[in-house]
């Protein structure tokens, strides 16, 4: 009884540690989506500047 609660008390611990890793990978694919969508804004700008030059 004592062996599984033990286990059981790692167990939550291990999935708490996997769900801080899985919202800061998250939050870095969501940091580099935005730093793309804006990379391609611009480059939509320059080549459409050219349009109007």
């Not at 599984?4 to 939550?12: D, E, Q």
């Not at 998250?26 to 320059?46: G, Y």
């Amino acid at each position: 009884m004592l062996v599984s609660n033990i286990s059981g008390k790692l167990m939550s611990q291990l999935m708490e540690k996997m769900k801080e890793r899985l919202e800061k990978m998250k939050r870095t694919v969501r940091q580099q989506r935005a730093k793309l969508h804006i990379i391609r804004i611009c480059i939509t700008m320059l080549l459409s500047s050219d349009d109007y030059s």
